[in-house]
């Protein structure tokens, strides 16, 4: 199942939608419009009430499918897409598939020297700075190498606190797309002092959306396929095959600092980011016009225009 959240016209509140795509077109079913269910109204309350919380859903969706209201549908087109979660706590892997973790010391001898990989080794994304699909993300007047990063993001789904492996796995809600934009300049800058957060937490420089692909239609998440196109161009291409930690490795590792319900942990980039391209990375960067697309194959695709 694949659940979004969005806002329609006048309605200026988070609706719970259920992404319908039959291969032709995209709709949501508003579930907060449904009459006479007892499914959950909002995504917090899907993750809140787990399987159960689900079963319900689906017995809504099978329900307005036969009724077929226009008024419960809406068009991918007459909505705005929203993040696939409130502003949460967001923990973003670095250096986690193993093709980038090479271009990266290959590119960066300085900033890769002494790198380990005996343990998951991130930052942090500030809540507010997530936007969702279709989102315009504006680039500071001081970057030039603003730089794109197409990831899988986990959901968490309850609490957790030092949790192993397969209890970070039954703890997993589901899986989104992350477009993990950064400030190569500032970052870089930052790494010097063995340290990142300006350079990946300008305003809208966590894409996220634009749904969540329920953890249940996903038996093996290394099969997961993902890529970005720059107008157009594909510049990554990977599966989850080449990430250093699996997905219930960091969400056990960090729930050694508690994780809560809708958090987010994401994966990594594979290679292929523009400030590692030869000879020159500076065609390469974002600018204001371009578009990007970050894609995995089960989940959809999240659109980012830069102004």
Request: proline residues 7%; aromatic residues 8%.
């Amino acid at each position: 199942m694949k659940l979004a959240r969005f806002t329609s016209g006048s309605r200026a509140h988070e609706r719970l939608g259920v992404v319908l795509d039959d291969g032709s077109s995209t709709r949501l079913l508003d579930v907060s419009a449904l009459p006479g269910h007892d499914a959950p109204r909002t995504m917090m309350g899907a993750i809140h009430a787990g399987p159960a919380g689900l079963d319900a859903l689906r017995q809504a969706q099978e329900r307005a499918e036969r009724g077929a209201d226009p008024a419960w549908f809406h068009g991918e087109d007459d909505v705005t897409w929203l993040t696939p979660v409130p502003p949460r706590s967001c923990i973003a892997a670095g250096r986690n598939f193993g093709a980038h973790r090479l271009e990266s010391i290959r590119g960066n001898p300085e900033a890769g020297a002494g790198f380990q990989i005996d343990f998951p080794t991130g930052f942090i994304k500030l809540g507010r700075n997530l936007v969702g699909h279709r989102a315009q993300v504006e680039r500071p007047d001081d970057v030039e190498q603003m730089d794109y990063e197409a990831e899988v993001a986990v959901i968490v789904g309850r609490d957790l606190l030092n949790a192993t492996r397969g209890q970070a796995k039954q703890a997993i809600f589901g899986y989104t797309i992350m477009n993990d934009l950064s400030a190569r300049e500032w970052q870089f800058a930052e790494m010097r002092n063995l340290l990142v957060m300006m350079g990946k937490n300008f305003p809208g420089f966590g894409p996220l959306g634009p749904c969540i692909l329920t953890a249940d239609e996903v038996p093996d998440p290394t099969a997961l396929r993902l890529w970005l196109k720059v107008n157009g161009e594909l510049r990554q291409q990977s599966d989850c095959t080449d990430l250093i930690f699996q997905f219930d490795e960091l969400v056990a590792f960090w729930s050694r600092v508690g994780l809560e319900a809708g958090d987010i942990i994401s994966s990594g980039t594979p290679d292929g980011v523009a400030v590692h391209r030869k000879p020159d990375p500076r065609p390469y960067f974002l600018k204001p016009g371009d578009i990007v697309h970050a894609g995995v194959d089960q989940i959809g695709v999240l659109e980012t225009r830069i102004i």
